[in-house]
C-alpha cells in the first residue's frame, strides 16, 4: 500500500512537472495557430472599437469567438482607449498580441511588438465637407421612401441571411430600399474583408492611368530583378494568375493567415514567395497579390504620406464615401486585400461607380477600360473571376444562371458572407453585410433574384 502511495505521489509530481513544461513552453514560444488567434482576436476587435465604436466585449464575443476557432473561446482583451490599442491574450498569458490604431489608416496588427513605430504611421484627414440629410443619396444621406414592392423582401431572413447586419439596394442612382441588423445601422462602418480587393485594384489603375503606365508592365519590384518573377506584369496580379505561391486556406496557419497576423510588413513578405507556375497561366485567388498590387501603386509615389492620402483624395471623396478607411500595416502598406471599413451605404456608393462605367457626376473617376476589364472573364478561372480584382460568379459551386441570373453580374465577394452585385444595364445594386460562415450555404444570388424580379 505504502509503495502505491509512493507511486501515485510520484505520477503526480510528473505529472505537474509535464504542465508546468508545457505552460513555460506555450509561455516562451507559443505555436504560430495560438499568435494567429490572438493576433486575429487584437485585430478585429480594435478596428471594432475605435473605427466603428462597438463595444469591446460584444465584438470579441459575436465577431471573434462566436464563429472562430474553438480555442478563441480562451482568448481574452485589454482595451486601452488612451493609447488607442487592444491587446489580446490565451488563458491571461499566453501568445501575447496587439493592435494600434493610427488616425486615418485604422488599425495594424503588430506582431513584432513595436508600437511606436506603427503608431508614427499616419493619414491626412478628409477635407471634404460632411455629407448632409438635406441632400439626396448619394450626393448626400438623405434616403427617399423605400420601394414598396422590396418590403416583404427586406425582411426575409431567408434571403438577408443568418446574422446579416446590412442591405442596401440602389436602382437608377436611389436607395430603393435598405435593412440593418440588430445593433446595426446607417452610420456603421462594416468591414467589407476581400470585396477590398476591387477597391484596390480601382486605385491601382487610377495611378497607372494618372501616370501613363501600361498595366502589362513588368519588373514591378527591385528584389524580383534577376530571377523568373521579374516577368510578372501587374495584369497578372489584377488576374490573380502570377504564378506565385501563396495558400489561402483560412482554416489553419497558411500564407494568407501567416502574413495577415504574424508579419509586420506584408508586402515584404510576398515578395519572399517563389513562383510555381509560369506567370498568366494559372488562376490562383490569393489576398496576398492584392497586397503586392498596393504596394506597387503606392511605389509610384515618392512620399509615403502622399500614397497614404490617395484613396482619399482620388476616389473615397470624389464619389462621397467618406466613412471608408482603407487599414495599414505595421509598415504602411494598404492592406488591399482585406481591410476596408465603409457604411452599406458607401459600399453601394463604390458600386454605382462600377455600375455608371466608372463615371461620377459626368466626370471619369475610374478608367472605362478598367471597369472593362473587372468585366472580361478570363479563362486561366474557367470563367469564374474577372481580369481586374472582381467575380463574374457569385459564391458557391452553382452557376448564377441557376438562381435566375444572367451572366452580366459583376460581383465583389468577402469573407463571412460580404457582397457587392452589380448588374449596370439595369442600373442596379444590392450590398449585403454580415457575419454569415461560408459553411452554412446562404448564397447573396438568392436575394439579387429576388430584388431584381421583383423590381421589373
Not at 246 to 255: L, P, S
Not at 420 to 444: C, D, K
Request: with cysteine; charged share 20%; hydrophobic share 45%.
Amino acid at each position: 500500500m505504502r509503495l502505491l502511495s509512493k507511486l501515485v505521489a510520484a505520477l503526480g509530481a510528473l505529472f505537474a512537472v509535464l504542465l508546468i513544461g508545457v505552460f513555460a513552453w506555450l509561455w516562451l514560444a507559443p505555436p504560430d495557430l495560438l499568435r494567429v488567434g490572438t493576433g486575429y482576436a487584437a485585430k478585429i476587435v480594435c478596428s471594432n472599437v475605435f473605427l466603428a465604436g462597438r463595444d469591446a466585449d460584444d465584438v470579441l464575443a459575436d465577431d471573434v469567438q462566436a464563429p472562430g476557432h474553438p480555442l478563441l473561446k480562451l482568448v481574452g482583451i485589454d482595451v486601452d482607449m488612451d493609447r488607442r490599442l487592444v491587446e489580446a491574450r490565451l488563458a491571461g498569458v499566453i501568445a501575447p498580441s496587439v493592435a494600434v490604431y493610427r488616425e486615418g489608416l485604422g488599425c495594424a496588427s503588430v506582431p513584432d511588438g513595436d508600437i511606436v513605430a506603427a503608431q508614427a504611421i499616419f493619414a491626412p484627414v478628409s477635407e471634404a465637407e460632411p455629407a448632409v440629410d438635406t441632400m439626396s443619396w448619394p450626393q448626400g444621406e438623405r434616403v427617399e421612401a423605400a420601394d414598396r414592392r422590396l418590403a416583404a423582401i427586406l425582411q426575409d431572413q431567408a434571403l438577408l441571411g443568418p446574422s446579416y447586419r446590412a442591405v442596401v439596394v440602389v436602382k437608377d442612382r436611389r436607395i430603393v430600399g435598405e435593412s440593418y441588423g440588430a445593433g446595426f445601422n446607417a452610420q456603421t462602418p462594416l468591414l467589407g474583408w476581400s470585396m477590398t480587393k476591387s477597391v484596390n485594384g480601382v486605385l491601382a489603375a487610377k495611378v497607372a492611368a494618372e501616370q501613363n503606365i501600361d498595366l502589362d508592365t513588368d519588373h514591378l519590384f527591385s528584389d524580383w530583378a534577376g530571377d523568373d518573377r521579374a516577368r510578372i506584369r501587374l495584369s497578372d496580379l489584377l488576374a490573380m494568375q502570377s504564378g506565385l505561391e501563396f495558400n489561402e486556406d483560412y482554416g489553419d496557419v497558411a500564407d494568407v493567415t501567416r502574413m495577415l497576423y504574424l508579419q509586420p510588413d506584408m508586402a515584404a513578405y510576398m515578395r519572399s514567395l517563389p513562383a510555381t507556375a509560369e506567370h498568366g497561366t494559372r488562376f490562383n485567388y490569393s489576398s496576398g497579390e492584392s497586397v503586392l498590387i498596393a504596394r506597387w501603386w503606392m511605389s509610384q509615389f515618392s512620399d509615403q504620406k502622399a500614397a497614404l492620402a490617395y484613396p482619399r483624395k482620388a476616389l473615397f471623396d470624389p464619389i462621397g464615401m467618406r466613412s471608408a478607411v482603407l487599414e495599414a500595416d505595421a509598415r504602411g502598406t494598404l492592406v488591399g486585400s482585406s481591410y476596408l471599413y465603409a457604411t452599406a451605404r458607401d459600399w453601394a456608393r463604390f458600386g454605382l461607380l462600377l455600375a455608371q462605367g466608372g463615371l461620377w457626376e459626368g466626370q471619369a473617376v475610374v478608367p472605362a477600360e478598367f471597369i472593362a476589364r473587372m468585366m472580361t472573364r478570363t479563362s486561366a478561372s474557367d470563367g469564374a473571376y474577372g481580369r481586374a480584382q472582381a467575380w463574374r460568379q457569385g459564391p458557391g459551386d452553382d452557376a448564377d444562371t441557376r438562381f435566375g441570373l444572367d451572366t452580366e453580374v459583376l460581383w465583389m465577394l468577402g469573407h463571412d458572407g460580404q457582397s457587392v452585385a452589380v448588374i449596370p444595364s439595369e442600373n442596379l445594386v444590392v450590398v449585403r453585410m454580415g457575419l454569415t460562415p461560408s459553411r452554412g450555404g446562404y448564397r447573396p444570388q438568392r436575394l439579387l433574384a429576388a430584388v431584381r424580379e421583383a423590381l421589373r
